[in-house]
Nanobody, 125 residues
Framework: VQLQASGGGLVQAGGPLRLSCAAS????????KGWFRQAPGKEREFVAA????????YYADSVKGRFTISRDNARNTVYLQMNSLKPEDTAVYHC???????????????????WGQGTLVTVSS
């Protein structure tokens, strides 16, 4: 399984950015997908997750109301729409997928089995 994240870049505070994560190889349309981020000198932290059906989503408090996670199972792609970006959102963003069926949302990095390489988001003030 390969996960390819894209869409990162430099954006001014208050601006939008959309990240994409395309999966190839074995498909995991039945499993939870997540976005995490890691700022320099900090631990990787949970950003958002979405259940296989797309009906259930969950967000970190720091991004709630500004970020939206979605998925297109036909394209094996998950998205993260980021609005009203802040300098503290600057980080490398990673997408990840679980390989187990869930009944509850998973927010800890070690609960995800496959990871993309990350895409850098830099928000200037």
């Amino acid at each position: 399984v390969q996960l390819q994240a894209s869409g990162g870049g430099l954006v001014q505070a208050g601006g939008p950015l959309r990240l994409s994560c395309a999966a190839s190889g074995r498909t995991f349309s039945s499993y939870t997908k997540g976005w995490f981020r890691q700022a320099p000198g900090k631990e990787r932290e949970f950003v958002a997750a979405i259940f296989w059906s797309g009906a259930g989503t969950y967000y970190a408090d720091s991004v709630k109301g500004r970020f939206t996670i979605s998925r297109d199972n036909a394209r094996n792609t998950v998205y993260l729409q980021m609005n009203s970006l802040k300098p503290e959102d600057t980080a490398v963003y990673h997408c990840a997928t679980r390989s187990y069926v869930d009944s509850v949302v998973r927010t800890r990095p070690w609960e995800y089995q496959y990871w993309g390489q990350g895409t850098l988001v830099t928000v200037s003030s």
